[in-house]
């Protein structure tokens, strides 16, 4: 197994998990390697977006409520942004928890994207790394055996 074809393989399931596999098995790789590669750049991916996003969340909470207290102080009242996808995942949050967003989240969005929402809505839970590793671990085999028997 090459280093590049590692990590190549690592950076697609560091940013889109779905479809890592098939790069994995493109280069050659076989189910076990696919699982481990794939694995290993989805846990590194939800570490660094997950750590990264907790910083940069802090620093926009932060930012909005100096913002905020500025509006406040002259006389402007404060705005409040509700978009679709916000609903939606705060509607996703209240029915399936930080297990369901962990595990329905991580393969339809990207790591980075649900790195970012666990972060933002399970940051003070201390399940909540663990949580989006399993979901990795699990996503890893079950994609890695779907792409495996659909190539």
């Known amino acids: 197994m090459e280093a ?5 393989v690592m950076s697609a399931g560091m940013l889109k ?5 098939i790069v994995s098995y493109q280069f050659g ?8 590669l794939t694995g290993l ?4 991916g939800m570490l660094i977006f997950f750590r990264g996003g907790q910083q940069v969340l802090e620093w926009f909470r ?22 679709r996808s916000n609903r939606m995942i705060v509607r996703l949050k209240g029915m399936y928890g930080l297990y369901g967003v962990a595990f329905i989240l991580t393969p339809i969005l990207s790591v980075p994207l ?3 929402v666990a972060a933002k809505y399970f940051r003070h839970d201390e399940r909540t790394l663990p949580a989006l590793l399993s979901a990795v671990v699990v996503w890893s085999f079950l994609l890695s055996a779907l792409w495996k028997f659909t190539d």
């Open 4 to 8: 590049w074809h590692a990590m190549a």
């Open 17 to 21: 998990f779905l479809f890592s596999p």
């Open 29 to 36: 790789h076989n189910y076990l390697e696919t699982v481990l």
């Open 41 to 44: 750049g989805g846990g590194l």
């Open 62 to 83: 932060k930012r909005s409520l100096r913002r905020r207290a500025e509006a406040v102080a002259q006389g402007k009242p404060a705005k409040r942004v509700f978009t």
């Open 114 to 116: 649900t790195a970012l």
